[in-house]
């Protein structure tokens, strides 16, 4: 019974998606394995690494916290969806790109979409705020100055 | 890392929850914000049988502020207190301030008020305010509802007085008047971690007289704890760096915690002081 | 040119698309394997019962495999050996103990629980005191009858003279505790059986392709023609993915049992338990000093904790060794003695982490430096300079040679960068004030790009060194370079992109670095011990000088000059001091399609070897921080770094290097810190433990570059990737010693978490005068 898969209706970078999970399985696993989507890493599934990081109704969530049950009908986006739909880099990914913000590229996903989340709620965020904001994820390569360099460079971009 | 098997049902309504928890009892869990209870059931620390999930329980996302007190539904996320804007007077500023240093954006996001209270851990921001304004929890099950308060509440790490039927739907804190005067400070190693201890005060001044005290410590035994010493130190006298050092030795002296691996008992001790003495400074200026 | 441009990273768009292929985003829809893992840190293994008909496998299903068995040739080493899985006992909380196979990991997490495991629990050892007391329990059963792996002993005849005359003789005892390099990817393997052939592919998260099917052939007996191993991206590794995993091992043979596709992807429990550890190392320096501040003597007592077992193919000697070898690091003492040992201890085994021992050496030279200072009443700067090495090519103590570099220029530049004077003064005002700043110093040298020479002179059964290249042009006139270093995450593919296209004149897009594939790619050792742009680096312009010759002749014959008149640029070949031209794709295309008239070239290919001796790099670290007396909170308030690697051949890439290094060095100074109990169960298993610093932590790195060209290196260029980490730790707590300075205590374990401030200060008042 409760291994019992059962149907999830989401809305995944604008596209509706049905899928059937467990009710135990992480909405991180389902965008992985159910949706194909594995530009959303898994680094600690505890909450604190947020390399899984994506946006549900547009606020930055860790994925690998909740469970794909209880995202039934939520609009949904990933590092996937992030560029434009002719494959025109977003400013941020365009910034990590020219501002050396990704080093082995394993939490650049999760770090993008924190920031994506961020700034399109508050596009004139000042360093601060994108500083304490960018604090909830872990990156072991780069020593976050560029990845900081990166958000400011986008932000500024964003704005213009 | 994958959570164990268990039965999900998505509540619509708060009797359905209560009546599938009153059959359940302690086999079902409640999710709200699950920002702590998935990452212990990722790690099969926590492994219900039934997740009863409360998040589209209309009603329960909401900040009631009535003439003496505020009620802070289920849903209510951390990040809404953070923003604050609802919660007249100095504890709504007091509920912004803590709330910023509940984890990190995401968490804050998603997680609740109420669920931190129910997860009672006890280095945890809103179970040291909850103890501060002597905060009463709203619990709902199939027999009606009841206001637990604070020192009944946290019995122990992770463990609450609710029984397993019962869900944490509200809780009820006092407003403070405008001649309450409150301040925060928490130690912790890294942004956004549970911290290793937490001070928080609330202190009514009168013609330059401390006329009632409340301190309260997170992290320093395994609930949120009152400071009877400090606040007896702190009562009656002129506010002021001497008056502040003095109720966080008291403070101090008074708290018997355990080491872990961030440090032995007298570390705990030694942070005490400092953070009392930082959080009565930050409520009242040098004096 | 495109060498010594900032150029954005060929790597990066598949990345920052989340088109990265990382090892688990190829696994989907594998059957997942997951370990069965001790309890218990030793003991006596009675039964393992699972449910009947379930994919579990132990030991006893993996008999006639061979154990995992490092040997290092020399007389001093205990050699032990690793079972795939653990037989008979048990050695450590977390070694794996049975796989099992399901369907999903959530599956195969449910059937771990159901195997049971019956132990008898044992005593374990788990610090190295108490593993070298008489009569402690033993891990192995080895040739020296000990818990000691390693014992060696080097001393110059003189040393002993040089303390009995010695006008000053300091002595400090510094240390580090364990510590992870917590790739922010966890380890694992796709093992993925091809019926038809009968092969296996093994796709892990590794930095050495080549060594892991090596090691993994070796032990399953089978030939290496039998198992491809592909590194896809690989989400940093820092030494941790290194050596070889266990786990791979298994993985490879449940794939040709199984004949299936099935994977193990570590989770980050795991990854804390089972992944190689790190840095556990206590060391007790004696130096003596003439009375004019001049270091004649050095006596080393270096021990560190290797944990149960030895990592393939370096050794658990590979820590210790390393500290006795360069231990006099930048300084040009004459006279030197050390021991050094290895102690199997009931723990997580040690690999090398990013700096290897050289963390803990430079913080080990550098507190000795500051103490001595403090001991000769002499300005810790000016002590500095009376003992750094000047005189090139300089030969250390123990046989090292070191090239041309820039210590003492480095170390005058810090002071500079960071106005030293007017520090001294703002820490005099805070000090009245109650607040406590201070500045440390790091000076060093990183020896990088070493060779075969060297590693030979480790006696390893396995002599690392060389880098293999491929590099052919195909008829488009696009190349294919292929390496057997194995990047990830550092970018060498773009750099050595940038110097493949300078010398064959065409645009970066033109190149295709192909790594991390054993079927494709030549041998090599991997990417460790900053070695990548010096070894690949040389290896790939070798192979590019001999690519153009091929194209320059090709092209002669083509424009009817000759060879040696043909210049290589902006993708044409053309005539010097001429317009005559032909484009490079034409020449690529009549090479292969037109070989009547390529002019005997047979074909656009090359393949080459290079072997360097290795090169040293150098730099001086400036931390400026504040403590916080009440907390003892520590916050850097400045890091400046005053780096010579040489030429850059991407400064942008290099100062990530830096960036990254010096934040993974101010972690393992301030915040990491792997406990375990006396039991032998490690505490500190998850992120609430172990902390990582995130941005709120971390200082701005502020750069500067010196470039010595040492003949040492064939592109000029020195290696750049571990320096960060091994200098920051002791500029860290040469600072925090230094703002402390009022109690006169002294900082010297590292991580100086704010607990270990506050007790060593606790109950202890300031002095103002207090001249330390």
Known sequence: ?160 | MKPASFDYVSASSIDQAVSVLSELGDEAKVIAGGQSLVAMMNFRLARPATLVDINRVPGLDVIDVGADSVAVGALVRHRRLELGGEVPGPLGDLLAEAGHHVGHLPIRTRGTFCGSIAHADPASEWCVLAALLDARMEATSTRGTRLIPAEEFFVTVFTTALEPDEILTAVHLPLLSENHHVGFAEFSRRAGDFAIVMAMTAIEVADGRITDARVALGGVAAQPTRSSAAEAVLVGRAPGAETFADAASAAAENVTPHGDVHGPAEYRVDLVRAMVRRSLTRALGEG | MLVGSAVPRTEDPPLIRGRGSFVADRATGAWAVRFVRSPVASGVIRSIEFPDGALVFTAADLEGLGDIRPMLHRGDYAPVAQPLLARDRVRFAGEPLAAVVARTAYEAEDLAEQVYVDIDVEDCVVDVVSAMADGAPKVHETDLGTNIAVDARVATPGVAEAFTSAAHVVEVQVGSDRQSAFPLETRGGLAEFDPRTGRVRLTTSTQAAHVVRTAICDVLGIPERDLQVIAPDVGGGFGQKYCLAREDAVVTWLARRLERRVAWIEDRLENFTSAFHSREHQYTLRAAFSADGIMQALDADIICNVGAYSCYPVTCAVEPLMAMAEMPGPYAVREYAARARAVLTNLCPIAPYRGVSRPVITLALERLMDTAARQLGVDPVELRLRNLIDDFPHTSPTGLVYDEASYREALRSAVEAVDLPSLRQRQAELRERGRFIGVGFSTFSERTGYGTSAFAARMMDVTLGYEDVELAMDPSGNVELRIGASPHGQGLATALGQIVADRLGIELAAVRVNHGDTDRDPFGWGSFASRGMVIAGGAASLAADMLAEQVSRVAAEMLEAVPEDIVLADGAATVAGTTVSVLISEVARTASHRRDLAGGVQGLAVRTTYDPAGTFSNACHVAVVEVDPDTGAVTIERFVVVEDAGLLVNPMIVDGQIHGGVCQGIANALYESLQYDDDGNLVTASLLDYLPPTIAELPHVEIHHLVTISDATLTGAKGVGEGGTIGAPAAVLNAISDALSPWGVDVNQMPATPSRIRSLIRGRHPERNNTR
């Not at chain 1, 909450?47 to 969530?61: H, K, N, R």
């Not at chain 1, 949904?76 to 990914?93: K, M, N, V, W």
């Open chain 1, 1 to 160: 019974m409760s291994s019992q898969e059962r149907p999830v209706t989401l809305e995944v970078n604008g596209d509706p998606v049905r899928v059937f999970v467990e009710a135990r399985k992480t909405l991180a696993d389902t965008l992985r394995e159910d949706c194909g989507l594995t530009g959303t890493h898994l680094g600690c599934e505890q909450g604190v690494c947020g390399a899984c990081t994506v946006l549900i109704d547009g606020d930055p969530v860790r994925s690998c916290l909740m469970f794909a049950v209880q995202a039934e009908g939520s609009e949904i986006r990933t590092i996937e969806g992030l560029e434009s739909a002719d494959g025109t880099l977003h400013p941020l990914q365009q910034s990590f790109w020219d501002h050396h913000g990704l080093q082995c590229g394993f939490c650049t996903p999760g770090f993008l979409m924190l920031a994506a989340g961020v700034l399109e709620k508050d596009p004139n965020a000042d360093e601060e705020t994108l500083r304490e904001a960018l604090s909830s994820n872990l990156c072991r390569c780069t020593g976050y100055q560029n990845i900081l360099k990166s958000v400011l460079a986008a932000a500024e971009k964003l704005r213009s």
